[in-house]
């Protein structure tokens, strides 16, 4: 199973921010596990911390800002998508301002000083949510929309359309995650003239020049407001009646932008808060509907907190019922595991078919057969029994005896026909010959029953 991973060490990057040309530093700081990101603002008093999830979003109309309370922390995009890229789970991040750097405007500093410190496995077992059904968002009023399908790891296809000759309709695909830095890294944001003028009119883009993003000029304006344009990003006046790109950078693909659209969804999707395996696909995508399918998919994930695991019928069980009758004692119509299909070096996933040819039926209930709650007990000990034992050079011979059940919970009923999947980890080391560990029942998706026990093994006689 995968682990998360922080930062091995510390680094800082230095820069101005993009709306208000402040001189900042963001350090990034490794973390322990299951402490997910977290933005602190150092230069306030207290250095009060803001947890970078969906929820804290409360503004969009300009990159994605963060608050706690009155604390905020603006253009965060951009590292969160190098972080969430880089497989990395747990950060904690420390700005000496009201915004992260804003850099060249892409990613490409942040991953390049992640692989310079470097990434660490911790303990704890990557959290990744994985998509079994479409989920979908859409924005009737802008025509965007964000679909997440089910696939075999996380990947990404963003479609922009502008109403402008030099950027129309664009696309881009990242098909694995571990291509971000070659594919998406280097993507610059990028902005139309006609959107800069009133900005820096208000005062709103204060540290934006032509470093730092991609200037698009397709609708000509009078050559005076060019120039004071011009002027206010300290670079060389232009003729007016020249239509482009106002950078002297070259594009770095032919559909930056698009990429750009690429680096931005996975920023805003880091704050989901835990990894996605699944595929999505963006339509005119933009930080406002990012962070309401961000949002989304926080609340679909609270109502499968604990996803069952995959089972596919098709593939080779690890254990099958003469191995597993090779390891347990038990027997018709006490052995209640059938096949084990997943076995980690902390967790187990074995399979119960429930028939209705099993002969508590008879009597619970003769009109209304339901499997006794004990007996889903004893099929996740007897799953949990096999995981211990396959610690054990030689399993055959030992058993596992029960010595504490607690925390049990049934939710749903099992009948005959259904497939008991169970999966049992453990909470705790084993030590001196004890076993603590957590198991669920489910049928399907559903959680049906869970339990916390203890069990001894003992040497057979």
Not at 86 to 96: F, K, S, T
Not at 144 to 169: G, K, R, V, Y
Not at 257 to 274: C, E, Q, S, Y
Request: aromatic share 6%.
């Amino acid at each position: 199973m995968a682990k998360q991973k922080t930062l091995k060490g510390s680094f800082s990057l230095f820069g101005k921010g993009l709306h208000t040309g402040l001189s900042l530093t963001a350090t990034l700081n490794p973390a322990p596990e299951n402490h997910g990101y977290k933005i602190q603002r150092i230069d306030l008093e207290g250095e009060p911390i803001i947890e970078a999830i969906a929820e804290n979003v409360v503004d969009t109309s300009r990159g994605t800002v963060i608050a706690k309370g009155d604390v905020r922390v603006s253009t965060i995009e951009h590292c969160m998508a190098a972080l969430y890229a880089m497989g990395i789970d747990n950060c904690l991040i420390q700005v000496n301002g009201p915004e992260i750097p804003i850099l060249d405007g892409s990613s490409r500093n942040f991953v390049d000083s992640i692989k310079r410190v470097g990434v660490v496995e911790q303990n704890a077992p990557k959290n990744e949510y994985v998509i079994k059904h479409k989920i979908e968002f859409r924005d009737e009023s802008t025509g965007s929309s964000i679909i997440i399908l089910p696939d075999e790891h996380f990947s990404i296809t963003a479609m922009i359309s502008f109403d402008s000759q030099f950027l129309n309709s664009q696309f881009a695909t990242l098909e694995n995650i571990q291509d971000f830095e070659k594919e998406v890294a280097d993507a610059r944001t990028f902005v139309f003239v006609r959107e800069i003028v009133p900005l820096l009119q208000a005062g709103l883009i204060k540290g934006g020049d032509l470093d730092n993003a991609i200037v698009i000029y397709e609708h000509q304006v009078s050559q005076e407001a060019l120039d004071t344009l011009a002027d206010s990003m300290g670079v060389a006046h232009r003729d007016a009646t020249k239509l482009g790109y106002l950078n002297e950078k070259p594009l770095v693909w032919r559909n930056e932008p698009a990429r750009h659209k690429l680096l931005d969804i996975i920023g805003d999707m880091a704050l989901i808060g835990r990894p996605i395996r699944g595929r999505i696909i963006a339509t005119r995508p933009g930080h406002t509907i990012n962070n309401k399918f961000a949002r989304q998919m926080r609340k679909e994930i609270r109502k499968h907190e604990v996803q069952s695991p995959e089972y596919n019928p098709n593939e080779e069980p690890i254990l099958d019922v003469n191995r597993i009758r090779d390891l347990l004692p038990h027997r018709y119509p006490m052995q209640l595991v059938d096949k084990v299909t997943e076995l980690g070096s902390n967790y187990i996933v074995g399979l119960k078919n429930v028939t209705g040819n099993e002969e508590y039926f008879q009597g619970h209930f003769p009109q209304e057969p339901v499997m006794p709650g004990v007996l889903q007990i004893e099929a996740m000990a007897q799953t949990g029994g096999l995981l211990v034992l396959n610690t054990l050079e030689e399993p055959e011979r030992y058993s596992t005896y029960f010595m504490r059940i607690n925390n049990v919970t049934f939710r749903k009923k099992v009948v005959p026909g259904d497939t008991l999947i169970m999966r049992v980890e453990f909470v705790t080391p084993i030590r001196h010959g004890i076993a603590t560990m957590h198991g669920f029942c489910f049928v399907g998706e559903t959680i049906v029953s869970e339990v916390t026990f203890t069990a001894q093994i003992v040497k057979n006689k």
